[in-house]
């Protein structure tokens, strides 16, 4: 009797079936887009006005918010310590503020029993708001009037790109799960 390799099956459904995973890839896609996000505002153009949101906060929430059991909750505190490097503020501001988030989201998780997408959206929305205060209040800066206006653009393109970085988030999910040879 001749055995068949599953693998070289050509129905339509058989390369689909019983695919091995690269571990590899499957863990690391999430860390390296994280800290992918924490460098790309460096290169963007610098204004007055702070208008680049932290993408490597948003690309941890979207990550954390989409795969809820794929981070530890204390991937915060590595993915911060990498962020405090990039991001400007004083050092350990990523640490506590992203070791905090996953330690919030973790807590709403608990309690509810189901999430839609708009709830993502206004956890990320509210986290983000959290974020950018912090961040202008530990600035050093002297926190006035004019300077908490000043952030408001950075706030509602932080809360308006969520959906965008949810969006690369699921197709880096997809291309992460894609069947890779083991390594």
Known sequence: MERIDPRARSDAYGSRL??????V???LVPWLSIMIGSILPIFFVAAALPVVPPLGFLMLLSWRLMRPGLLPVWAGIPLGLF???????PFGFAILTWSLVMLVIEAL????????FWQDWLTAGVLGLVYLLAGWLLSGASPTLYSLIAIVPQLVIT???????????ARLDLWRLWRWKRV
Not at 18 to 23: Q, T, W
Not at 83 to 89: C, E, K, M, P
């Open 18 to 23: 019983n695919r091995s995973h690269s571990v």
């Open 25 to 27: 890839v499957a863990n």
């Open 83 to 89: 962020d405090d490097l990039f991001n400007g503020q």
């Open 109 to 116: 998780e608990m309690r509810l029993p189901w999430r839609a």
């Open 159 to 169: 809360i308006l790109l969520f959906p965008i970085m949810s969006r690369i988030v």
